[in-house]
């Protein structure tokens, strides 16, 4: 059996349900963070062979994070704002270490 391309299906469209349009395949095997759709399975199965094409192209453990859902928004805006803070911190040091010359 042949390796799918991995652009061969980029110009099939169909109509998403998450943002309420049409989209092509290529949208949603790029997706966001640079990986494929959660939902790529879900969507796409009646229309080609999504499983082979997907395990051609990425590992288990890539597959698994792709079907692990996303945090909770919450969640998602904590460690922005832990992050933020510590970049700030950071920062901060840089320019006291810098600055007493």
């Known amino acids: 059996m042949s390796v799918m391309n991995i652009g061969e299906n980029d110009n099939r469209e169909i109509h998403c349900q998450a943002?309420?349009?049409?989209?092509?395949?290529?949208?949603?095997r790029k997706g966001a963070a640079a990986q494929p759709c959660r939902k790529i399975f879900d969507c796409w199965y009646q229309f080609f062979d999504i499983e082979r094409f997907m395990q051609d192209h990425?590992?288990?453990?890539?597959?698994?994070?792709?079907?692990?859902?996303?945090?909770?928004?919450?969640?998602t805006l904590i460690d922005l704002i832990q992050r933020a803070k510590e970049s700030a911190v950071k920062n901060r040091a840089d320019r006291d270490e810098g600055g007493g010359s």
Do not use: A, E, N
């Open 19 to 28: 943002m309420g349009h049409d989209v092509p395949f290529s949208y949603c």
């Open 58 to 75: 990425y590992t288990q453990d890539q597959i698994h994070r792709i079907l692990s859902p996303p945090q909770p928004k919450l969640t």
